[in-house]
Structure formats: C-alpha cells, structure tokens
C-alpha cells in the first residue's frame, strides 16, 4: 500500500486554512497539502502521499545511501536472471 | 447481527460496465462471447480461434486494389485537450485502423450524435479541427449524417468515422502473421495521449506539459510498405489498453511470444510520473499516435531507418522480439533484469493508493 | 523523476545482487509487509533474482485485501442510496463484497467516483451541498493523517455533507499477531517505509527485542527493496535482531510529529477484525468522539449486514505466507483478476493478482 512519490516544491499558499502548494513530480504538477511539512520551502522534495506531503525528503542521505551503492565493489560481470526459453533465430539480447 | 432487509440485490444479471469500453480483456470477452455470435448468428466458439479481429476488414479485390474498410467511435471527455480535439482524433484514429492493414486511406464518413443545448461554437470549433485534420492527411469526408439526442442522453458530442482505404501493393499484414523471429519496432513514446486526457479529469487532474500524440499513421506506414514490403508482417496502433494489450492480442492471434525489454521502451518523463503518482502501469495507457511493427529480422534494420524519416517516426526503437514458446504470451525484461509476464489490461483503468 | 530513477538503476541492482548471493547462506524467508513492496518486487521479478533460496513472503499490508467484508459490504448499501455520492480510492473499486462492487453499482445507476486524494471528496462536498457526500477512508498509517485532515477541514468547513466510512488499519498489532502465530514462517520482515515516515520505527523496537527478529525499514524502489533485504540477511547472517532503516532519505525514528498529532485528534485506536487474519485487538482506527458526527456507518441506515466470504478462498492462509496463491484450488480459474473470489486477487499488490499478473502457474511448466 501506500503509492508515495518524491517531488519538487514550487509554490506555497494558504487555502482555506491549510497550508498548501505546487508541487512538480518531473513535469506534471499538483496541489498538494503541506499541512504536516510546515518546515518544508519552496525548492524542498516532499514524499507525497494522496495528495498530502508525509515527508521531507533528506537529500543528504539520498546522496548518501546511493553512494554506499555505488562503492559495492562489482563482483561478478555476468548478467542475472533465469535466462528465457530459448528464442530461435531471435534476438535474445 | 441478524440479516433485516439487505438493500443489495444477491443475484444480479450482469449489466454493461465501463470496463468493457476500456479495450483490454473485459473488452474483448464482450466481442468474443456476445456480440460476434449474436452478429455472425453462429455459436461464437471457434469463431474466433480462426478469424483474428483486426483494425480493419479487407475486402476482395474486384478489379484494382483490396479495399480496406474500419469504423471507430469517439466518445472523449472533455471534447478539448491539449494537442487535439474529439474532432482530430476521429480522424486520426480512424484513418490510422485502415492504415495498420497497409492501406493508404482515402475517404471517411462521419457521424455526429449531439447533445441538445450544445454550444455552436463548440460544434463548429469540433467541425473545424476534423476538417482540418483530414485535409491535412489528405483523405476527403464523402459523406455524413447529424443527429440530436435529448439532453443527457449523450455527452455533449460523440463522433463515429469510418475510413476507406486501399492496400499498398505487396503489402499483408495481420495481427496473425508474428513469426519467430521477428523483430518488434516501436514508432515513439508511449502514454502520452491517455496521461493527457486523465490529466483533466476531475478528481485526478493535474497540470503538465504533455499533449496528445494524436496524429496521423498513414505516411509512416506508407515508408515501412515500402522498405519492408512482404517482409512486414504485422501493424498495429496501440490505442485503448495500452502496448501490453496489443502485444497480447498479436501474441494470441500469431500463436508466439513476444519478448520485450522494459529498458528500451521510450516513456516521456512527465508521462512515466504521471503514471508513477497515478499507480498506472503505462504499458496500459492509451496512444493515438505511435504503432508497432513486426518485421522479419533481415529487413529490420532498413525499416527502423526508413521509420526514423519519416515525421512522427524519429523516435522510432527496437523493443523486442518474437519466439515461439509459450504461445500467446508478453514477457518482459525487467529494468532489473528478470522477466515478467505482461498482461493485457483487465477492465477500467483506475489510479491507485497501494 | 529524481529520487526515483536513480534508484532503478540495473547497473546498482546487479551490484546489490551479486552482494546478496555472497552474504547469504540460507534460504532466508523475509516478509515485506507493504502491498507497495509486493507490487515493486512482482513488477520487476527481484523476488525471482534473489539467491540461496531466499523467499519473500507478501504480507498484508494492502487495504484492499485486509479490508473487512463487513465494512464493504457497508460501503456498498450506502453508495446504492440516493442522494449519495461515494466517493473512493480507486483501489476500492472492484473489491468484490458479499454481493457486488462499487463498478457494478455504477452501472447501475450509483454516484461512485474515484478520487486521488480524500481532499477531492472534500471539495465535491463543497461543489455540491445538495448531496451526501461518501469517502470510504481505507488505508494504513500512511494515509491516515490525510483522512484526518480531510474530516479537519470538512469540520472547519462546517459541512453537514461529508462523511466517512472509516476502516484504518495499524502494522505494528498486525506484525505481532503473524509473530505469536506458532505456523509462522517469517525470519525477518521489511517495514513499509511510508507507514514508517508518518509514524517513525520506535514500535517496531519492543518486536524486534521480544520476537528475536530483525526489522528493516525499507523503501520502494528496486534498489531499496534489494538493499533492504541485504540489510536483513546481514542480520540474519549476523544473529542480530534490530530495527534498521534502510529508507533513511524519507525516514526518521520519531516519523512525523505533526502527521501523528492529525491522526491523535481526529481518531482514536480501537480493536477491528483484519479480512482473512480475523480480530486484532488495538489494531485500528475509529473517529474520536468529537468527529463522530462525520461517521458514515451511524449517518445512513442501511439495515443488518449478512457477509459471506466465498469457501474455496484462502485469502488467510495466504495473508499469513502459511500458503502460496498457487496452493489454491481456484487460483488462475475459478479466481481470477477479471472474477475475484477474495481479496488478494483484486488489487494490484494483492499477492494472488500479482502472482496471476506475472503468469504464475501451479506447476512451473516452463523449463
């Protein structure tokens, strides 16, 4: 459960009492409530919920974990995963 | 707790869903099990294991060309969105069914069911786009026919076309004729046009940059007949349902499989977020503008270039393949490098939370 | 999209896979207990791909398939009423109840209208106060601060109009019941990582300390998911048994302070049955007292509600990973996505309809 998508701050304003904004998800853009991310700015990645911030996202540990990612050192050059029923004369690239 | 008076029904007689309009699975079951044999006047089964249902019918040559023949319902809401209208889209939709056959269109007729009370500028803004859009793929509107509906019996307008056409010399294409070991090309990105209309949908809208890919097929088509000739062996245009229904439907009626790679597959970021925010696979979101090609692997190569050419094809990429076993099947490679089976699309369409 | 993307990176997916199969020694058997896990790893085959026999086991964390056929048996007598709009998740949608659906009762002529957010359902109240508005508030903790929210604003509003039919359910109560289950197979469990972003992982400590059992915070993306499990199985290797937060980008230990404060004042934790897993006590949420008023189960009057679960369904046993959805009599016939006997063939991430959805047969007749 619970579809949460990262996406970029553009805009606040208050609407009928509730602190909302613009938010950009890479090109498409919805209004979302920052009701529970009062901290967040314009420019901050929110994990968004329903339509409503449940998150800011800590672009420091994003970077962070990525990097521990990166530094695995590469084991095996070999591709994984079942190979698929032979494909005669087929590309099975 | 004690049963009082349940206001449910328990045994309901099936009804007519909007799922059934979505073009994937519920779709065809309607075809398949009640309107074909209630049409055709046979019992239905085996009717379809023989006959694959195609875009469009081919009907005998008497003389000159085959003449290529499809209808198409448009019932859009809203009437406008951007990059298109209900009045270009009957147009394109329709000339592009004839076109998967191999067939170059030449004459529509068109059929408007209006709502009372609909505004005649909407009706003439509709008129205009159509008349334009068909201008512009050269085919004439040959003849018509206008009805009234009482209000609410219909959403403001609906348009039926049907398109004639005649078939490129050489050219025989069907949803059967997938072979092992033909290579599957992709014209350009998916999602665009069922993102673009679900973006103004009440409830779900949101504001993009993304616009319909709606656009005619027909001189794309016409480049592929041309650099591939025998050597292609199937078209379609991945409308309602998506590219997983189509591949599905093809891998059906050839009796092979189709093996696609997730990563090759063109998705614009704005339409891959909003299928990410909308919980929408987008292998099952509507296209108006890009079509599949199966084309034996030798000729491959010459036919992505002469796709590439042409308008509308530039981004033009190789998805795929076809095998032989199991039949009837879509896997996919996965980003992550296992393989999947892909469904064709269920019944409706619907955003998710999970 | 940042903070997606670079998170299903096949190059980085190959690394932390290769990893895995130089860790593990046994065939781990790890529950994710978030639908939104389920469907990345169905998706994307990664529970395929995992080496030494590891078996994820799909937990319940899908409101579709946990929800109480009592409560959409409820949903479906009110939206059939009229002057109601209902209005839903569209997950909700084709959850077949004792009798019907919410598509069915479209058709026949019901208001039943999908929705993103519970704030829609606000705004159509607003739009049109002739009619009584319906929101069936499904969902976990994740969801729970925007239904709150949602009733906050409908109460500021002052509308008479809006309702909701709440059936809200916790994972820590839930988690328990499948540790004290003697037949249960879980080693490790992957916590959802949105449920840990409103509510924080401090829960999750006294279960990881009494059950001996480790507990990753995880994200939802490939890489996460992989990097989750490696957390697990370096755990499992390890003989340890902590909570670890893989998700740390959206995660912190206390989660969100002012999500947590919406949930405390609009609801209260109250014992509810889980559809397949039966009662938990302390296990949900109902509207607190002075957001009563907004509960649709005491404004519309819609009789007793006899259920009826079909008999051949397992929805249970697969909820609890006592039973795979292949084990199942009517799997892949009789239950199907198009005909869904029980719940975990409806939604997406309901383990039934994933494993059907990546054409998972009873016997591997591929070679």
Same mark, same amino acid.
């Given at each position: ?93 | ?354 | ?12 997916? #190959? ?13 781990? #058997? ?29 937990? %319940? ?9 009592? !409560? ?22 084709? @959850? ?17 209208? %999908? ?17 009584? !508005? ?44 499948? *540790?004290?289950? %003697? ?11 949105? !449920? ?16 001996? @059992? ?11 998911? *992989? ?15 902590? !909570?670890?937060?893989?998700? @740390? ?25 889980? #559809? ?85 047969? %009873? ?5």
């Amino acid at each position: 459960m619970c579809l949460g998508i990262p996406g970029r701050i553009i805009e606040t304003h208050e609407s009928a009492g509730l602190l909302m904004g613009t938010v950009d998800f890479g090109g498409v853009r919805r209004e979302v409530c920052l009701a529970c991310t009062p901290e967040a700015e314009v420019g901050s990645y929110v994990i968004v919920h329903v339509g409503f911030a449940i998150s800011i996202v800590d672009e420091a540990e994003a970077q962070r974990t990525l990097a521990v990612l990166r530094a695995i050192p590469d084991a095996i050059a070999t591709e994984l995963g079942e190979p698929l029923p032979a494909a005669p004369g087929g590309d099975t690239r | 707790m004690t049963a009082l008076e349940c206001p449910l029904p328990i045994e309901e007689g099936e009804v007519v869903l909007l799922g059934h309009g979505a073009g994937g699975r519920l779709s065809a079951e309607l075809l398949e099990d009640l309107l074909l044999p209630a049409i055709s006047g046979s019992s239905g089964r085996g009717l379809i294991g023989r006959v694959p249902l195609e875009d469009a019918a081919v009907l005998p040559a008497t003389g000159g060309a085959e003449l290529v023949v499809s209808t198409d319902s448009f019932v859009v809401s809203p009437l406008f969105f951007p990059g298109g209208d209900i009045g270009s889209l009957s147009v394109h939709g329709t000339i592009n069914d004839v076109a998967m056959m191999g067939a170059m269109p030449t004459a529509l007729t068109v059929s408007l069911i209006i709502e009372e009370g609909l505004p005649l500028a909407t009706l003439e803004r509709v008129a205009r786009s159509l008349g334009e859009a068909a201008r512009a793929a050269g085919v004439a509107v040959v003849t018509g026919d206008t009805k009234v509906v009482n209000r609410g019996a219909a959403d403001q307008l609906f348009i039926t076309t049907t398109g004639l056409g005649t078939r490129l010399p050489g050219t025989r294409t069907s949803a059967a004729y997938a072979a092992p070991g033909d290579v599957v090309l992709l014209s350009g990105p998916i999602g665009l046009h069922g993102t673009t209309v679900l973006s103004t949908r009440e409830g779900l809208g949101f504001e993009s940059d993304i616009a319909t890919d709606s656009r005619p097929l027909h001189h794309l088509v016409r480049a592929i007949a041309k650099a591939g000739g025998s050597a292609v062996h199937v078209l379609r245009d991945p409308t309602r349902g998506g590219l997983a229904t189509t591949l599905n439907e093809i891998a059906r009626d050839s009796a092979v499989t189709v093996e696609i790679d997730e990563a090759a597959i063109p998705v614009p970021e704005a339409v891959a977020a909003a299928c990410d925010l909308l919980g929408l696979d987008v292998l099952h979101v509507a296209n108006e503008g890009c079509l599949v090609a199966f084309v034996a692997a030798d000729k491959a190569e010459d036919v992505l270039t002469a796709m590439r050419a042409v308008p509308g094809g530039e981004g033009a990429v190789r998805i795929g393949h076809v095998a032989d076993w199991p039949a009837g099947r879509v896997v996919m490679r996965t980003l992550v490098g296992a393989h999947r089976v892909v469904d064709m699309l269920a019944g409706e369409q619907l955003p998710r939370i999970c | 999209m940042k903070y997606l993307d670079e998170y299903r990176d096949p190059a980085l997916a #190959r690394k932390l896979l290769a990893e895995l199969t130089a860790t593990a020694t046994e065939p781990w #058997r790890i529950m994710e207990v978030c639908g939104g896990q389920t469907h990345t790893l169905v998706r994307q085959g990664i529970d395929d791909l995992l080496p030494a026999g590891i078996r994820m086991i799909h937990g %319940p964390g899908c409101p579709v398939c946990v929800t109480p056929l009592e !409560v959409l048996d409820r949903a479906h007598a009110i939206a059939a009423l009229p002057g109601v709009v209902f209005t839903s998740f569209g997950d909700m949608l084709r @959850v077949p109840g004792s009798h019907t659906d919410l598509l069915a009762l479209r058709a026949r002529g019901a208001d039943v209208r %999908p929705v993103y957010s519970p704030m829609d359902a606000v705004r159509i109240a607003v739009a049109e106060p002739a009619e009584q !508005v319906v929101f069936l508030a499904v969902g976990f903790e994740t969801t729970a601060p925007a239904n709150a929210l949602a009733v906050q604003q409908a109460d500021r509003l002052g509308l008479d109009n809006f309702s909701v039919l709440v059936s809200h359910v916790l994972v820590p109560p839930a988690i328990t019941t499948l *540790l004290e289950d %003697p037949d249960c197979e879980v080693q490790a469990f992957l916590a959802a990582g949105h !449920v840990c972003a409103v509510m924080g992982w401090r829960a999750y400590e006294p279960i990881a300390a009494k059950y001996q @059992v480790p507990i990753v915070v995880t994200g939802f993306e490939p890489l996460d998911l *992989l990097e989750g499990i490696l957390m697990a199985v370096r755990q499992l290797e390890d003989s340890r048994a902590e !909570v670890e937060n893989q998700y @740390v980008r959206a995660v912190r230990r206390d989660g969100n302070t002012d999500a947590q404060h919406a949930i405390e004042t609009v609801f209260r934790i109250a014992d509810r049955p889980w #559809r397949g897993l039966g009662p938990i006590p302390d296990s949900g949420l109902v509207l607190a007292p002075d957001f009563a008023r907004f509960d649709a189960a005491t404004r519309f009057e819609v009789g007793g509600i006899t259920t009826a679960e079909h008999p051949e369904c397992i929805a249970g046993e697969i909820l609890t990973g006592a039973k795979l959805p292949t084990d199942c009599t009517a799997y892949g016939t009789r239950c199907t996505p198009r005909n869904p006997l029980g719940a975990p063939m409806v939604s997406g991430e309901g383990t039934c309809a994933a494993f059907y959805a990546a054409g998972r047969v %009873p016997r591997k007749v591929e070679a």
